[in-house]
């Protein structure tokens, strides 16, 4: 838990002021909001860091999006900006197109709608008339786990929210004065119509103690964690890439 919340939400904005001021100082902050705590704190901080005036929030349904209200919702209390744009017809097309050549695998239709997502974000920033910098919205608990589409949700130009927990976004979330409704969502990941801790196999409470203290508690879930950090650890290292002056050395 956060020891002082409102200390590290300062902190935060401090951060955000400080990354916009040398990265783009006319630049707006462009935030996909989903309507979970995640999308809506970035951008709640984003708004005390540089205004609502320079905080741009882009919705983006695939088709019909249930919850589509909350995310309407979080862009009317922040007072920001906003454009909806839906992505079901480009993902349609490259699955139409890929099925020509290949069978879909069930993970290729899953991640797609992301990592159009994330196109669909830098389309808006670079479309601004001060230019944009997409925010990554991700978290600690899922990053540790890599609970996020490579190249989609896990991109992004800065990431506020990437040393801090589930359980400690939520403290923010209510620090900064957001509806308690959408801070105390469950999640989902807005892909395959089911929670996040379905898809995951264990609960976030369980994760976050395993993060903070080596052990979830349960032996079977441990393993489950771990084996997950690991073989998900591609999509937090940097690329790697060949260099010939190793090759060089004797």
């Not at 040398?22 to 005390?48: H, R, T, W, Y």
């Not at 020509?100 to 797609?112: A, G």
């Not at 999509?235 to 090759?247: A, E, Q, V, W």
Request: a negative charge.
């Amino acid at each position: 838990m956060l020891s002082d919340p409102k200390q590290t939400k300062d902190e935060i904005v401090q951060w955000v002021r400080d990354y916009f001021n040398m990265n783009g100082p006319k630049c707006d902050a462009v935030v996909g909001i989903s309507g979970g705590k995640d999308s809506s704190v970035v951008a709640a901080l984003c708004v005390e860091a540089l205004g609502k005036e320079r905080v741009v929030g882009v919705l983006m349904p695939c088709g019909e999006q249930a919850d589509i209200e909350d995310s309407k919702r979080v862009v009317e209390h922040l007072g920001i900006r906003s454009y909806q744009v839906n992505i079901q017809s480009p993902v349609d097309s490259i699955l139409f197109r890929v099925r020509i050549k290949m069978e879909v695998s069930e993970q290729t239709k899953t991640n797609l709608p992301a990592r159009i997502r994330m196109t669909t974000l830098y389309a808006i920033a670079q479309s601004l008339p001060n230019g944009g910098r997409v925010a990554n919205t991700c978290n600690r608990s899922e990053d540790f786990v890599g609970y996020s589409t490579k190249f989609g949700d896990s991109a992004g130009d800065f990431s506020p929210l990437a040393n801090l927990m589930v359980h400690e976004v939520i403290q923010l979330g209510h620090t900064l004065g957001l509806p308690a409704e959408l801070v105390n969502k469950v999640p989902s990941d807005g892909l395959c119509g089911k929670t996040d801790e379905d898809n995951l196999g264990f609960s976030y409470d369980d994760l976050d103690r395993y993060i903070l203290t080596g052990t979830s508690g349960n032996e079977a879930t441990d393993t489950q964690i771990a084996t997950l950090h690991t073989h998900n650890l591609h999509k937090r290292n940097p690329m790697p890439s060949f260099d010939p002056l190793l090759r060089m050395q004797p």
